[in-house]
């Protein structure tokens, strides 16, 4: 998994390089799962095109034929590797349901993808103890509450901040200042897509990113200027969006 974050890290110090895009499936279980692509195709291509021996030279990229191609668990993956170091049962519970993949067009490496395989509330509650650890680039909107029927939509939850701890956590304290100042540059496009196996019955509460795209999706796209923005001034700014579904 180091190797993938370094990837990501990486990528992210080219500007503009990299797209995220998310998908939330909320089931009538009350479980959701989650899948998040991270495409770096432009930073890869931008490497080559600097020098280009440059992915031949890195280690972690000379290491990307070496990652699994279809869906592995975090559980597999550190067994595999010989580095798995806990015992604790809620844990391993938590990477059997953790999994990541790389991807590829025309053979050659495009990114990769994580996905959180029908996680429950207390899933999630696990998830954040195990990520402060790890430091995962989650989408924030995973931590939103569902119970089967209706989402409660944080809108505090439309930032980056586990992208950016991610960030620091793989950098030195130098780099990791910059990060802040220039995260809003890092990224082309980031949206999250939510999901939901029954009917939408209604929305309560606006935000200017979030929008309805049919009668079982709703689509968040987030305004990276106006985020870092202390003086954008959005329209619609509830803190709590509402959608019951039949």
């Not at 010989?82 to 991807?103: A, V």
């Not at 220039?182 to 082309?188: D, L, Q, R, T």
């Not at 106006?226 to 959608?243: G, H, Q």
């Amino acid at each position: 998994m180091k190797k993938i974050l370094f990837l990501f890290t990486a990528a992210l110090f080219v500007l503009q390089s990299c797209t995220i895009n998310s998908e939330i499936v909320y089931h009538k279980d009350a479980a959701s799962t989650s899948v998040t692509d991270i495409d770096m195709r432009q930073f890869i291509s931008e490497m080559k095109a600097m020098t280009p021996d440059s992915l031949k030279q890195q280690k972690e990229f000379g290491d990307f034929d070496k990652l699994p191609t279809v869906w592995t668990s975090f559980l597999d993956i550190q067994q595999k590797e010989g580095k798995l170091k806990t015992k604790d049962p809620d844990s391993i519970r938590i990477m059997k349901k953790i999994f990541m993949k790389t991807n590829k067009e025309n053979n050659e490496p495009a990114g990769f993808s994580l996905k959180m395989d029908h996680f429950t509330q207390a899933d999630y509650q696990l998830l954040s103890n195990y990520n402060k650890k790890e430091k995962l680039p989650l989408d924030q909107n995973i931590f939103n509450d569902w119970d089967g029927k209706t989402l409660t939509i944080s809108t505090e939850n439309f930032n980056l901040k586990n992208i950016e701890e991610t960030l620091k956590s793989k950098t030195s304290k130098e780099e990791a200042e910059k990060v802040e100042g220039m995260i809003s540059m890092f990224f082309k496009s980031i949206g999250t897509t939510l999901k939901f196996e029954n009917k939408i019955k209604s929305i309560t509460g606006k935000h200017d990113w979030v929008k309805k795209i049919d009668n079982y999706t709703v689509k968040i796209d987030y305004d990276l200027k106006a985020m870092y923005d202390p003086e954008a001034k959005l329209k619609n700014t509830d803190k709590k969006i509402i959608i019951v579904t039949e």
